[in-house]
């Protein structure tokens, strides 16, 4: 295990009884969020009932200060990742909530903010200071180490979700079957989960994530029932980068992104189709200049080592939540402008090709001025 002075997370999977911290029923107050996809409540020392599109994904999750939990006695230092067990969490309470988002703040200096996007995304912030956590999981879920970066965990149901470190840290399962991370101050924990299902490209954008090659997460979405207004949420994983939605219409989108520093970065976006109905001749510009389609994930990632021009991947549109996921890759900074634009799929008047304006799909002007001539003609020759 590396030498981390870190965040240490325990998600107690299958545990017959509550971990040390752990919430109970008295323990909750009537703080809490619900929004279209997610929701939970907070307790004196914990968020509980941690549930995307009604799956529950988190029975409660902790935050403690390092510092404060091996000077109590909580954790002993130099303790392995994978024999840390039980935590006790810091008081903590909800600071503010939108319609995409809220955040729940700890004493110990650390935050907690829960996306309201399809996903569910929960990031740890750790702050200053290195923290630990804790989580506990439904008792019925497995969970599996992918690498130090990230553990997996599948539910009862079979929906999974990712747990991704950013920054120094690691994350293990732990011996006894629970889920153990150590991240360092100014780090994050990051939670996807997937109510549908977790492909390789899901594995693809969870590794971009952990590396520091995805700079953030931009999700244009619909608000409340169907047809409701376009709202825009924006995950930021990188410190130094600033992402900001500035144009919402039908066909377009735009986002402006400033950097502090020139290296390129990967931003994930998923725009509903209110605001793109078809991603077939999608047209992406950065600051003016039109970004190329990349075709595949590789070929995305090398335009942020030093690539002449920016570009694009377009993943397949997912039909139950109606929205395409484009990841647009930014081969260097300051502040970018990145435009995204539906083609009309034909020519400049919007007509087919095969398709004049005498209302004759197939036939051009000579052409259909040939078939009027010869019903003329034919009508002239008549008796």
């Known amino acids: 295990m590396r030498t981390v002075a870190t965040v240490l997370v325990v998600l107690l999977v299958g545990a017959s009884g509550l971990p040390a911290g752990a919430v109970t029923a008295a323990d909750q107050q009537a703080e809490g969020y619900a929004g279209t996809h997610v929701s939970f409540e907070t307790s004196n020392s914990a968020i509980v009932d941690y549930a995307v599109d009604g799956e529950t994904m988190l029975q409660s999750m902790a935050v403690q200060s390092q510092s404060s939990a091996e000077s109590q006695g ?20 909800l600071d503010s909530k939108t319609e995409v988002d809220a955040e729940v703040t700890a004493e110990s200096g650390a935050s907690m903010q829960a996306h309201d996007n399809s996903q569910g995304i929960l990031v740890v912030r750790t702050g200053d200071e290195s923290q630990y956590l804790t989580a506990n999981v439904s008792s019925s879920a497995r969970a599996e180490t992918e690498s130090d970066q990230r553990v997996v965990v599948t539910t009862e149901d079979g929906t999974e979700g990712a747990f991704l470190v950013v920054g120094d840290g690691e994350v293990t399962v732990n011996d006894n079957g629970n889920v153990s991370a150590e991240v360092g101050s100014d780090g994050k924990l990051v939670f996807r989960s997937y109510p549908d299902s977790r492909d390789s490209e899901d594995q693809q954008e969870e590794r971009s994530i952990s590396e520091g090659k995805a700079a953030g997460e931009v999700y244009v979405m619909q608000t409340g029932e169907q047809g409701g207004e376009l709202a825009a949420d924006v995950v930021q994983y990188s410190e130094d980068t600033a992402v900001e939605v500035t144009e919402t219409s039908e066909g377009a989108v735009t986002i402006t992104a400033e950097r502090s520093q ?28 039109a970004a190329a389609r990349a075709s595949s994930y590789s070929e995305l990632e090398s335009a942020t080592d030093g690539g ?35 083609g009309d799929g034909g020519n400049e008047n919007g007509t087919a090709d095969d398709e004049t304006s005498t209302g004759l799909p197939g036939f051009g002007v000579g052409v259909a001025l040939l078939a009027l001539l010869s019903v003329a003609l034919y009508a002239y020759r008549r008796p």
Not at 274 to 280: K, L, R
Not at 316 to 337: I, M
């Open 74 to 93: 909580q954790v002993s230092a130099g303790l392995s990742l994978s024999a840390v067990t039980e935590l006790a969490g810091s008081s903590l309470g």
């Open 262 to 289: 020139e290296e390129g970065k990967i931003l994930l976006t998923s725009v509903s189709e209110q605001a793109i109905s078809s991603t077939e001749d999608l047209e992406v510009t950065v600051d003016g200049e």
């Open 308 to 342: 002449d021009s920016s570009k694009f991947l377009v993943r397949q549109q997912s039909s139950a939540e109606a929205s395409a996921d484009v990841l647009v890759a930014v081969n260097h900074f300051s502040t970018r402008e990145i435009t995204m634009t539906e």
